[in-house]
């Protein structure tokens, strides 16, 4: 093979292992990426090494061209000081096997570059996209010309301009390359989350009207009772029954304030095993005030001892948007069911139902998409998307029936978690 087919090929390898990287591991199972990002990039860095070595361009004195450098780069700097020290290793101990002078001129660079790697990799991520790229890209070439220099003087080879251009502009085309589709990854995978903090905000301030709707209810109660008890002629009793009403209605104003506020709060992103019974009962809390508002009731069948995997404040919040939804379908009122079961197979299901006004084929087949809403002003559109995410992220999938006129079914199915 001549020196570009070998380039071609090492670069076309790293380009497909990263992008399926990319998107199965960092943006699929997010969390596990986040638990496990060292030694995720370590595996996905030592097998693109390997696959580069294993073609590679034999030149004079053993000398070895390949691209190998970009996953020795690219792992450092974004694994950090310990990936790079570790990648060194693996490349040293692929190399040695193979022998020659260039053995030495290897390893001496390799060492240079995971030295200046392990140091910038420390301020590497929060580096602007620019500035990486000139980083890789300065990396790329200077690495091009310390090699060739080498070559030429301590083994009196000096190698054909073309074959320095050739490879020092593979190198470093390629090194910006998968940089650059890192990072847009990394970004629309950003902006993702940004939009699924911003739909909470929504939510969060849709609820507000009815919360404090609801909290004014036992405050009117209270007084008026307060107010009864001021007449001194009221029997024990009776004073006694004024007083535990209102402290009972006090304490309910309470709970609905304290859901609220932790709902509103936001939430670390730990992922551990959620009980999905307790994750139904807070949505509920959180969103009777809004189903009273519209006259809808709400009834339950759960199965308790079902546990799911993720981040529970996510999972809370798919189920209160799919709930938030069955209500606004409501706006006459309604029955809105909600239930859980185990499967056969190793999964839990959770179907949400209700009796509101339905979708049609086309407004379901659009049903996730971002902004897609028919509710004017008073809609986001991005609901149903958040909880597609969701969902998705936990490995778990949403099956949705519904009739126009008729009502909604959503089912969403999730693999229990098994420790
Ligand atoms: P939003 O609620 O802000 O409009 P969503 O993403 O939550 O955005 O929902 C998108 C659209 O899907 C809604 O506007 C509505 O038309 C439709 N939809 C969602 N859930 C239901 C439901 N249970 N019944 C009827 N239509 C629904
Ligand atoms: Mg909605």
């Known amino acids: 093979m001549d020196l570009l087919t070998v380039l071609v090929l090492n670069l076309i390898f790293i380009l497909i ?21 060292k030694a995720l990039i370590i595996i996905l860095s030592a097998m693109q090494i390997l696959f580069c070595m294993s073609f590679t361009l034999i030149g004079n004195e053993n000398f070895i061209f390949d691209l190998r450098l970009i996953p020795v780069v690219l792992g450092g700097l974004y694994g950090g000081p310990i990936v790079s020290i570790i990648l060194f290793i ?5 190399r040695f096997p193979l022998g020659g002078n260039g053995i030495w001129v290897n390893f001496f660079n390799m060492l240079t570059i995971t030295v200046f790697i392990s140091y910038i990799s420390i301020r590497f991520r929060e580096y602007p996209l620019v500035k990486k790229l000139y980083t890789v890209v300065g990396i790329a070439i200077s690495y091009t010309i310390l090699i060739f220099l080498m070559k030429t003087a301590i083994f009196r080879d000096p190698s054909e301009l073309k074959f320095v251009i050739i490879y020092g502009s593979t190198l470093t085309a390629g090194i910006f390359l998968v940089t650059y589709f890192i990072e847009i990854t990394k970004q629309n995978h950003f902006l993702h989350n940004a939009m699924i903090n911003s739909e909470k905000i929504e939510v969060v301030s849709h609820l507000a009207a009815s919360v404090s709707h609801e909290v004014r209810n036992p405050l009117t109660v209270t007084r008026g ?8 002629s009221i029997p024990e009793e009776k004073r006694l029954y004024y007083l535990n009403t209102a402290i009972d209605e006090l304490d309910r104003a309470e709970t609905i304030i304290k859901d609220y506020l932790a709902f509103a709060k936001p939430q670390s992103e730990i992922t551990s095993s959620i009980s999905v019974n307790d994750e139904i009962e807070k949505a509920l809390e959180l969103i009777i005030p809004y189903a009273n508002h519209f006259s809808v009731n709400i ?9 799911v995997t993720g981040e529970a404040p996510k999972f809370h919040q798919c189920i209160l948007n799919i709930i938030k939804n069955g209500i606004e379908a409501m706006p006459e009122g309604g029955d809105l069911m909600i239930s859980s079961r185990e499967k056969e197979n190793g999964f839990a299901s959770i179907v949400i139902k209700d009796t509101g006004c339905g979708m049609s084929a086309r407004q379901l087949a659009k049903l996730g998409e971002p902004y897609f809403s028919t509710k004017a002003e008073k809609g986001t559109g991005l609901g149903m998307m958040v909880v597609y995410k969701i969902i998705h992220e936990m490995g778990g999938t949403i099956e949705v029936k519904s009739k126009l006129n008729d009502g909604s079914q959503f089912t969403i199915t999730l693999p229990l978690y098994n420790p």
């Open 299 to 307: 009834k339950k069948d759960l199965m308790s001892g079902l546990h």
């Open 90 to 94: 693996i490349v040293a101990a692929a």
């Open 225 to 232: 009772f307060l107010q009864m008890l001021k007449d001194p």
């Open 17 to 37: 292992t990263t992008f399926a990287f990319q998107f199965i591991i960092v943006n699929r199972h997010t969390s596990m990426y986040r638990k496990y990002a």
